[in-house]
């Protein structure tokens, strides 16, 4: 009889023993593993948001390894004629800006188109010669250095003397030597066009002695 009352109280025993047992007894007891987390890797700095005991989560502010901060490199400044990588990722290349050459004379072509001829004449800058029934002006005249492009411009004023013997302006602007269409002068008889740029002074042809 006590043996059989013994045996019927080990359950409720042994249920007493389980609640005094702490749980981490009880894990090691029945599974016989321990369970810890797992430390965070170097160099990351543990998020206070993540429950204790959690994996750290590394910030994208942690120092690297070594615990040197390093600042960013400044931008470098854009160097003429080099190529640099742009925001975009396109290239971008810096062109040097142009050096101009500034002359003293003008040389022009000029077309009679009711004769087809076509003469050559140099003209002084801000002064003034009369082709046919155009009084041309020139203003500037620019040339470029032997390195780069030739580019040869000129800023020009070209007058109409009418019938009645009214001047009044046809031209003003930018002639270019190599384009010489691009700005021409529109007349239904005179062309004219620049060719080149002197720095010496122009030469006017006297008429020889007649026989």
């Known amino acids: 009889m006590l043996s059989a009352s013994i045996r019927s109280a080990a359950p409720a025993l042994l249920a007493l023993l389980m609640l005094a047992v702490p749980a981490s007894a009880q894990q090691s007891w029945q599974g016989g593993v321990e369970s810890q987390p797992l430390a965070p890797p170097p160099g990351a700095v543990e998020n206070p948001d993540s429950p204790p005991g959690g994996p750290g989560v ?49 040389v022009f072509s000029g077309l ?31 040339t470029r250095p032997s390195t780069e492009t030739k580019n040869t411009t000129g800023f020009v ?32 008889i005179y062309d004219v066009w620049l060719t080149d740029c002197k720095q010496t002074a122009p030469v006017i042809a006297s008429p020889g002695g007649q026989q």
């Open 157 to 188: 004023e070209v007058h109409e003397i009418a019938l009645d013997g009214k001047v009044q302006p046809l031209f003003g602007g930018w002639m270019f030597a190599s384009s010489p269409g691009l700005h021409g002068v529109e007349h239904p």
């Open 58 to 106: 590394p910030s994208i502010m942690a120092p690297p390894e070594g615990g040197e901060v390093r600042a960013p490199a400044p931008a470098q400044p854009e160097v003429p004629g080099q190529a640099t990588v742009g925001p975009s990722g396109d290239i971008e290349v810096v062109q040097p800006p142009t050096e101009k050459i500034a002359n003293k004379t003008a």
């Open 112 to 142: 009679d188109k009711i004769t087809g001829r076509i003469i050559s004449f140099d003209v002084a800058i801000n002064e003034t010669v009369q082709f046919g029934a155009l009084r041309i002006t020139p203003r500037a005249c620019y």
